[in-house]
Each structure stands twice: as structure tokens, then as C-alpha cells.
């Protein structure tokens, strides 16, 4: 299994452009989720999934959108990037009654 | 929401001393308790977790214990080695409400040969 597979390791964007982090899973988990990190600040989370179909806002939606149309699948998409977007997003995923989470490797974003 | 408060947020140590981390939690319908370690340019690994029918929890070298009525639970680690060196992290979540992991600010341990 690869696990939790997030592309790309590492972009540089412009204010006011869009873009989509990838995340993929294979171990068949129902919940899916992204996370940013900031210094100082934890984790913090962005939107989840329980599963194909269905998804909701964490603590800090603003600003991005996700889909799942797939259980394999859950992009993040920042519809118009702004330098406070500036972070390290990470992925993750559990199965539905386990709460043990699994981390992608994380994409390292920086919004000029 | 649940809100979780981690202290301190770096802490340095000598090699073969203890490390003790602190966090505090609002939600008292919390029930589970990870405990996250994340080496420099990694991802978060889950180290330890409690459930809040237990009040202490041991693994080798490391240990959490669990306040339920204070709203505090804490990491501990034994005889600290240099591959203890880490960013770790505290959670919380309330499995009637999701599950939805809340996160502390994250500790930045430093063990010093």
C-alpha cells in the first residue's frame, strides 16, 4: 500500500491564481481530510469527508473548496490564492470507526 | 467547538531525562486523546492515544495520563534519546460529534547529547 499520496511537494503560487492539491488513498478509508500548518498554531483543520458524496467545513473553510467523488480521491482547491493561504497542507485519512489518522507527505505552499 | 491548549511549546532536555508535555481541552464530551510526533520536514505519526475511560497509558519509553475532571492530559518521556527530537502534538475529539481531531499548538522538543 503507498498509503496517503499528496502531489505536489512543494508549489509557488501568485495572489488571485487557483490551484488544486491532490490527495489519494488506498487502504479504502471512509474519512478523509485536510489539514494547514502554521507555526505555533497546530493543525488545523480545513474540510472533511465521511465519505463519496459527502463533505463538510472544519474550523477554517474560507476560502477553499473540496469535492469526493471518489473514496480514493479528496482535492483541495483554493479558488483565488491569497498570501494568508501561505502553509503546509496536509492530507489525511482513517477508516470511520477507528480514529487512528494516516498523513500524506504534505505540500509545502507559498502564495506571493 | 473544542478548543486545545498545549504547553510549553519548546523544551529542551539532556539526554536520559524526562520530558513531561502538558494540554488542556473545553469540550468536556471529549473522549480520545492522540498524541502526535513529527520529525523535521515529516509528516505526523500517532505515537500514543487514550481513551477517556483510562487514566494512564504506557508504551516502552512513553506514557500519557488522563485528568477528566481537571480537562488535562499529558505526555511523558522516559530516559529522552536524541531520535526523541520532534515537533509532538496533542489532540482531542468527541466521537458522538464526528471524531474531528482538534489539534494543539504543538511542542518543540529538543534532546541536547
Known amino acids: 500500500n503507498a498509503g496517503v499520496t499528496q502531489t505536489p511537494k512543494f508549489q509557488v503560487l501568485k495572489t488571485g491564481q487557483s490551484m488544486t492539491l491532490q490527495c489519494a488513498q488506498d487502504m479504502n478509508h471512509e474519512y478523509m481530510s485536510w489539514y494547514r500548518q502554521d507555526p505555533g498554531m497546530g493543525l488545523r483543520l480545513i474540510h472533511y469527508s465521511v465519505g463519496a458524496g459527502i463533505t463538510d467545513q472544519g474550523e477554517v473553510p474560507n476560502g477553499y473548496n473540496v469535492s469526493r467523488s471518489t473514496t480514493e480521491d479528496f482535492p483541495l482547491r483554493l479558488l483565488s490564492a491569497a498570501p494568508s493561504q501561505t502553509s503546509v497542507y496536509f492530507c489525511?485519512?482513517?477508516?470511520?470507526?477507528?480514529?487512528?489518522?494516516?498523513f500524506g507527505s504534505g505540500t509545502q505552499l507559498s502564495v506571493l | 467547538g473544542e478548543n486545545v491548549e498545549q504547553h510549553p511549546s519548546t523544551l529542551s532536555v539532556q539526554e536520559g531525562d524526562s520530558a513531561v508535555i502538558k494540554c488542556t481541552y473545553s469540550d468536556s464530551a471529549s473522549n480520545y486523546f492522540p498524541w502526535y510526533k513529527q520529525e523535521l520536514g515529516k509528516r505526523p505519526q500517532l505515537i500514543i492515544d487514550i481513551r477517556s475511560n483510562v487514566g494512564e497509558k504506557k508504551d516502552q519509553r512513553i506514557a500519557v495520563t488522563l485528568n477528566k475532571t481537571a480537562k488535562h492530559f499529558s505526555l511523558h518521556i522516559t530516559e529522552t534519546q536524541p531520535e526523541d527530537s520532534a515537533v509532538y502534538f496533542c489532540?482531542?475529539?468527541?466521537?458522538?460529534?464526528?471524531?474531528?481531531?482538534?489539534f494543539g499548538g504543538g511542542t518543540r522538543v529538543l534532546v541536547k547529547p
Open positions: 489532540a482531542a475529539s468527541n466521537g458522538a460529534a464526528g471524531n474531528k481531531l482538534t
Open positions: 489525511a485519512s482513517r477508516r470511520q470507526n477507528n480514529e487512528k489518522l494516516f
